[in-house]
């Protein structure tokens, strides 16, 4: 009766249960977790560039390089401490990320390790003490956000939340985890992402937003 007497009207988070998010279609699942995010070719004095298992992470950080030697970023801070096998070799994430940086290019005096983060809120806590030990963040309040599409809705959202009130944040994707042709056959890993970031929302952890389109 409300939407019909006041049309189309979009909802927030906090206003629909998970079941209905997880009940979207998948072209809605896909757009409620990657829809909107794109380059928009800004700069920034730092680029935090979030880690995950190999295959992913290592998109991520030849991005990142693109980004430092296009001269878009001054810093990239590589963090993640979850440790991965990588050809018989352990090594966490953020030390597999900066070895991938330095192989293209990037000096180790653009790079800051982060080596302890084992979450996305992690990830946030972590690299702003690293950035104030080597910089104090002196002549630099940019930070880029960089992550596969399908993770970076819910990276900004924990970035605004947990990042310093002086810090401007922006965002600058990789290639998504999965496909788009994939995900419309299998929406697991959206319906993980929804997962996800319905309970920041709902617990109050990240502010909350409209979902962009009626469900």
Same mark, same amino acid.
């Given at each position: ?23 979207? @279609? ?52 590589? @963090? ?39 979450? @996305? ?95």
């Amino acid at each position: 009766m409300i939407r019909a007497l006041f049309g189309n009207m979009k909802m927030k988070v906090s206003e629909v249960t998970e079941k209905q998010l997880l009940a979207m @279609t998948p072209e809605q699942k896909w757009e409620f977790v990657c829809g909107g995010i794109k380059d928009e070719g800004e700069s920034a004095d730092y680029a935090l560039l979030l880690g995950t298992m190999p295959s992913f992470s290592a998109a991520r950080a030849h991005a990142a390089a693109r980004l430092y030697l296009e001269g878009r970023v001054k810093y990239i801070v590589p @963090t993640g401490g979850v440790e991965w096998e990588y050809e018989g070799e352990t090594l966490s994430e953020a030390h597999y990320m900066k070895r991938i940086l330095l192989s293209e290019g990037v000096p180790e005096e653009a790079i800051i390790i982060e080596n302890e983060a084992t979450t @996305t809120k992690e990830n946030m806590f972590y690299s702003v003490l690293q950035i104030n030990r080597r910089t104090k963040f002196y002549g630099g309040k940019r930070v880029m956000i960089v992550t596969s599409l399908n993770h970076m809705k819910r990276s900004v959202a924990l970035a605004k939340s947990f990042l310093p009130r002086f810090v401007e944040i922006t965002y600058s994707p990789s290639a998504p985890d999965l496909p788009y042709e994939e995900c419309m056959r299998d929406t697991s890993r959206l319906d993980s992402g929804i997962h996800l970031m319905w309970g920041l929302v709902h617990n109050g952890i990240v502010e909350d937003f409209e979902i962009g389109f009626d469900i």
